[in-house]
């Protein structure tokens, strides 16, 4: 959406982001977390935390839009929190090297 290509391009990006990793997020506490009752936590916790700071992204980007008048700032605003998603992501998994050293 940022290079001016085709929007089937993107919709095909914004498909696979929207219909295919979320539900491989979903499946993050049980490969993270060591027992039961830590997976049903990380579960909700994700999935209430999740959705309350997903509730805000349209307030977000409206926001953006409404200070700037146009759309390029907000799509610089969702590239910073997709660099800081993939922070995250790599911070993620540690768990499992750390129980497969010992």
Request: proline share 5%; charged share 10%; aromatic share 10%.
């Amino acid at each position: 959406m940022l290079f001016h290509v085709s929007p089937w391009l993107a919709t095909v990006f914004l498909g696979i982001g929207a219909g295919g990793l979320f539900p491989l997020a979903l499946l993050l506490p049980f490969q993270e977390a060591e027992s039961t009752e830590e997976t049903i936590s990380w579960s909700a916790m994700m999935q209430c935390g999740g959705y309350l700071f997903g509730a805000l992204g349209p307030v977000i980007m409206g926001l953006t839009v409404d200070v700037f008048d146009n759309f390029i700032p907000a799509l610089f605003v969702l590239v910073i929190i997709i660099c800081m998603m993939c922070i995250v992501v790599l911070k993620l998994g540690n768990n499992i090297k750390k129980r497969e050293i010992n």
